[in-house]
């Protein structure tokens, strides 16, 4: 059995959650609230300290609302202790991801990214980089860079731009940096001789596919584009290899979110028309869709053979039993009830 900590919104970000939160999984499969782990503010987003470094035991969270990266010991199931933060050099942090030696953060507003070190407790550093994206797209929500997700593959950073229709892709290099050789703005105003991330490679996705979740899973790189219900395969240095879709019946109003594998099946949640499509993972083509049994899918998360959704306006989470053979969910018990669910991260 798994356990949980939720991600939410709070009252910061109209929602209804108190702060991080701790599930527990029943024996049908369906997940039962227990309440707050630690209050906090919109901790929109869930991460894991690295299991060989100072990180582990640790969970960091963002605070989307304040444009901060938060730090919280395990101290015992459903039991956090805060250790503080820092503040992002964008708004609504909404990423991150976790190494052994930095944490970085993407920020949808201003589409930069963050590069903090660790200090020795795990808790988060110094910021020691800032790289700001440029560009726009034709959708209405592409007004400038939003940057959603950082993917750390090797040596290198892959970085989602929803914006500007990119994935980018960063690597740690020292000595000085050559603005010049960028187009991906340096913020030069922050460490500038010391090891730093640059712009190596950067790949353009079809106009208004609006690149949002990276998944990096059995070796297999894989992309989503919130505006468009896309997918992609990726090489290690953010390169398309292959796209399809997640679904063959895309409704206006759509917006993809989350991607999660299992077997041969790839699923995505679609807010608006409130679905979970399913979709093959060998050729991208889309398999069908059902009804999520909730209200704005913002996450979902394969733990064993079950399928969890967070629904974040309808506060609950949805289970599904998933079959290897067919990849079709199969609904588990009734909804459970969780503020304003926007992240579940298996404890």
């Keep these: 059995m798994t356990d949980f900590w939720v991600g939410s919104y709070t009252a910061s970000m109209g929602g209804q959650a108190r702060g991080i939160g701790w599930a527990q999984t029943r024996d049908d499969g369906t997940l039962e609230y227990r309440g707050v782990a630690a209050e906090a503010s919109s901790p929109s987003f869930l991460a894991h300290g690295h299991p060989n470094s100072v990180g582990a035991g640790i969970l960091y969270a963002v605070d989307e609302a304040a444009a901060r990266i938060e730090a919280y010991r395990v101290v015992a199931p459903g039991m956090l202790e805060p250790l503080g933060g820092q503040a992002t050099s964008g708004a609504a942090p909404c990423h991150?991801?976790?190494?052994?030696?930095?944490?970085?953060?993407?920020?949808?507003?201003?589409?930069?990214?963050?590069?903090?070190?660790?200090?020795?407790?795990?808790?988060?550093?110094?910021l020691v980089d800032t790289l700001r994206g440029t560009g726009s797209g034709p959708h209405a929500a592409q007004e400038g860079p939003h940057l959603h997700s950082t993917l750390p593959v090797g040596e290198s950073v892959l970085s989602a731009?929803?914006?500007?229709?990119?994935?980018?892709?960063?690597?740690?290099?020292?000595?000085?940096?050559?603005?010049?050789?960028?187009t991906f703005a340096i913020d030069e105003t922050i460490r500038p001789d010391s090891p730093s991330l640059m712009l190596v490679a950067e790949t353009e996705f079809p106009p208004a596919t609006g690149p949002r979740d990276l998944l990096l899973t059995d070796g297999e790189i894989f992309a989503l584009g919130e505006l468009s219900g896309a997918l992609f395969r990726l090489n290690e240095h953010g390169a398309i290899l292959a796209s399809g879709r997640s679904v063959a019946d895309w409704a206006p109003g759509d917006h993809a979110a989350a991607l999660a594998a299992y077997g041969d099946w790839l699923y995505t949640g679609l807010r608006g028309s409130n679905r979970i499509a399913v979709a093959h993972r060998g050729d991208l083509a889309p398999a069908f869709s059902l009804p999520t049994g909730g209200d704005w899918p913002r996450h979902l998360i394969v733990a064993g053979e079950t399928l969890h959704v967070a629904n974040q306006l309808s506060s609950t989470v949805t289970s599904f039993r998933l079959d290897r053979t067919t990849g079709i969910p199969t609904p588990v018990g009734a909804p459970a009830a969780v503020p304003s669910p926007t992240y579940l991260l298996p404890a």
């Design 161 to 182: 731009d929803l914006g500007s229709d990119l994935v980018r892709e960063q690597r740690l290099v020292g000595g000085q940096r050559d603005p010049a050789e960028a």
């Design 96 to 126: 991150i991801s976790v190494t052994q030696d930095h944490l970085y953060v993407a920020n949808y507003v201003g589409g930069t990214a963050d590069r903090f070190t660790l200090n020795v407790d795990g808790s988060v550093g110094e």
